[in-house]
């Protein structure tokens, strides 16, 4: 029974440890009153792809993309420009890069990571970057970026769904709220 609670314990942790390794930050234009914009619009689309024909070609990631920000825009108090002249202009890049994590390099410092010898792990790391634009001005006024291992997610709808509501929720907590009635 013992040893049942401890591999219960020991999965829930590594479990909770996979999910905390995402990195999110944002940068947001000093002197700007986000209360001053209410309406948005999307930008131009990017012209640069993904880097993994996976997303590249999947309408599935960018639907479910542009839908998971409309919704964190609208809690923030942004409406949707009905017939043109928003105040904001919405845009995104993704991207997926192969990396690789050398451990073990630093023995020669005196520390080193189990029995010393170099280790490496190689992952697919996803990158979610949005732009929030002044309409008027053309000048970026928030960026947020999310960043986290995409192993075993692209090719799982499911998995990809949680990744971009994870990321694009938690980056987007970091948006000031905008001028429009809450609803």
């Known amino acids: 029974m013992r040893t049942l609670k401890a591999m219960i314990t020991a999965v829930a942790a590594v479990a909770v440890a996979g999910c905390a390794t995402m990195t999110v930050s944002s940068h947001i234009e000093s002197g700007i009153n986000f209360a001053e914009y209410v309406t948005y619009d999307w930008g131009p689309p990017d012209g640069l792809p993904v880097g993994d024909p ?3 070609n ?41 990396k690789i994590d050398v451990y073990g390099v630093d023995h020669r410092y005196g520390y080193c990571y189990e029995n010393c010898e170099p280790e490496y792990s190689n992952y697919e790391q996803g990158t979610l970057v949005v732009d929030v634009v002044d309409a008027h001005t ?8 999310a960043q986290d291992s ?8 499911q998995r990809l769904a949680q990744q971009v509501d994870d990321s694009v929720t938690r980056m987007m907590e970091r948006l000031p709220r905008g001028g429009a009635v809450l609803r």
């Open 150 to 157: 995409m192993n075993g997610i692209i090719d799982h709808q």
């Open 58 to 98: 999947n309408p599935f990631f960018n639907d479910y993309l542009q839908g998971a920000i409309e919704k964190s825009l609208a809690r923030k108090g942004y409406d949707r420009a009905v017939h043109g002249g928003a105040d904001l202009l919405i845009h995104y890049h993704a991207a997926v890069n192969q």
């Open 138 to 145: 053309n000048k970026v006024v928030w960026r947020g970026w």
């Open 54 to 56: 996976r997303l590249d």
